[in-house]
């Protein structure tokens, strides 16, 4: 009795597993079929088309169609398809591997190709394709069969895929590649992120930061598997991260609570400091003129210091409100008068330096008078004698320098120095008439 319910047993599995067989190699068919065919694709790999020669079998020139092997290891061997195109006769030469060298259509790595059909053999996978859509010429003619041996129905179809991208430019799966490689990065920054958080104790010592880095990661490793679904891919525990991201939320905010009542701290303190210094300096400036312009120069470098000390205490205002901080409005006040002084003390001093300029070009125009009367003396004792040109050349060029002075001088603003302008311009059109 045993050996007869084993021997049914036997015999039921013989039924029932080419059934399950065929329904996996059926689902398979349809997942291929709705992914790849009616779609283009770019090659990776040289494919054959076709072969033309001279068969002496036949005694006449013969075409045969190559078939494109390709092994998951990455090989490829060509197959010169039985039978030639031209002849319908029983007397055809049997199907042969040949070398690319020999192939006279081939179709070069980088070609678009449109997937035609896909059919599922016991050992392998052939993709009928076409370098034109819809083309049915001989010379748009391309198959690959993807020899994957018996069994691989079983395989995981990304597994499949995997090897048909070798072959062929498969986005899709590119992009699961590109995504994998995306998640094994950040997954090998999440250990040290973790580290990081756990030794910091305070914003100090770079809590704050440490949490928004794992916090951000765990955000990015939830974003990365959610693409990796799109993608058509098995995802880790989307939730898992998502939750120890939100679960650091509460903590972030407490610790930025924490970090901006020490920022606004500093900020104060530095205010303060700020305010003394800008005291100190104030009073170093002197009110009277400037005396020199050694004496000049060194208050302008003072105020430039002084400008320098409001102006940085004007961006702390500015970080202690962006902070949430209010900054009094006496403050706030006190600064801008300050800011109003020192622009007018610049006046003052550029007022000084004006007119220390024009005490110098006054001095040189005091000189150049001294050396007029003398060229003028000069031109006097040569005249007419063959000295007289070049004395009154001399004379004349003087005087426009002279003329550049009183200029320099008008603007100043000396009262004076228009109408001296004016009185050696006509001196200088006298002594050219000459």
């Not at 050996?3 to 599995?13: D, E, F, M, N």
């Not at 104790?201 to 990015?220: C, E």
């Amino acid at each position: 009795m045993m050996r007869h319910w084993v021997s049914v047993a036997i015999a039921l599995a013989a039924l029932v597993t080419p059934a399950v067989a065929d329904k996996k190699s059926d689902a398979l068919q349809a997942k291929l079929k709705s992914e790849f065919v009616g779609r283009s694709y770019r090659t990776k790999i040289l494919l054959g088309s076709f072969w033309n020669y001279y068969d002496s079998s036949v005694q006449r020139n013969c075409t045969r169609l190559i078939d494109t092997e390709f092994n998951s290891d990455g090989s490829t061997k060509y197959l010169a398809r039985r039978g030639c195109l031209e002849i319908t006769i029983s007397m055809l030469p049997s199907a042969s591997y040949v070398g690319p060298d020999v192939i006279t259509g081939v179709q070069q790595p980088g070609t678009t190709v449109w997937v035609r059909k896909v059919e599922l053999k016991d050992d392998r996978i052939e993709f009928f394709l076409s370098s034109q859509p819809n083309s049915n010429a001989t010379a748009t003619y391309a198959k690959i069969k993807f020899m994957l041996g018996r069994g691989y129905q079983d395989w995981e179809y990304k597994t499949i895929v995997g090897v048909v991208a070798r072959a062929l430019r498969v986005e899709s799966y590119e992009r699961l590649l590109a995504l994998e490689a995306e998640y094994t990065a950040l997954k090998s920054e999440l250990a040290t992120a973790e580290a990081n958080y756990r030794g910091a104790t305070s914003p100090a010592s770079g809590k704050l930061q440490a949490a928004k880095d794992l916090r951000d990661l765990l955000a990015k490793l939830a974003q990365n598997q959610s693409a990796y679904v799109a993608a058509g891919g098995t995802p880790a525990d989307i939730a898992d991260y998502l939750g120890r991201a939100k679960a650091l939320d509460p903590e972030v905010a407490s610790l930025e609570a924490e970090a901006r009542k020490a920022r606004i701290q500093e900020l104060r303190v530095r205010l303060q400091a700020n305010t003394s210094e800008a005291t100190q300096i104030k009073a170093l400036l002197p009110k009277e003129p400037s005396a020199t312009m050694t004496d000049w120069q060194r208050r302008s470098e003072a105020l430039a210091h002084y400008q320098q000390v409001l102006q940085a205490r004007e961006i702390l205002c500015s970080e202690l409100q962006a902070a949430g901080e209010s900054v009094p409005e006496a403050d706030l006040e006190k600064l801008q008068q300050e800011e109003q002084e020192a622009t007018h003390y610049g006046e003052a001093l550029e007022r000084d330096r004006q007119g220390l300029h024009l005490a110098e070009v006054n001095s040189e125009y005091r000189e150049m008078g001294r050396r007029r009367v003398q060229l003028l003396d000069a031109y006097t004792k040569v005249f007419g004698t063959p000295q007289e040109r070049p004395a009154l050349q001399a004379l004349i060029a003087h005087l426009e320098r002279m003329r550049e002075n009183r200029q320099a001088a008008s603007s100043l603003g000396s009262a004076t120095a228009a109408a001296e302008v004016a009185q050696i311009e006509r001196e200088i059109q006298k002594l050219r008439k000459r």
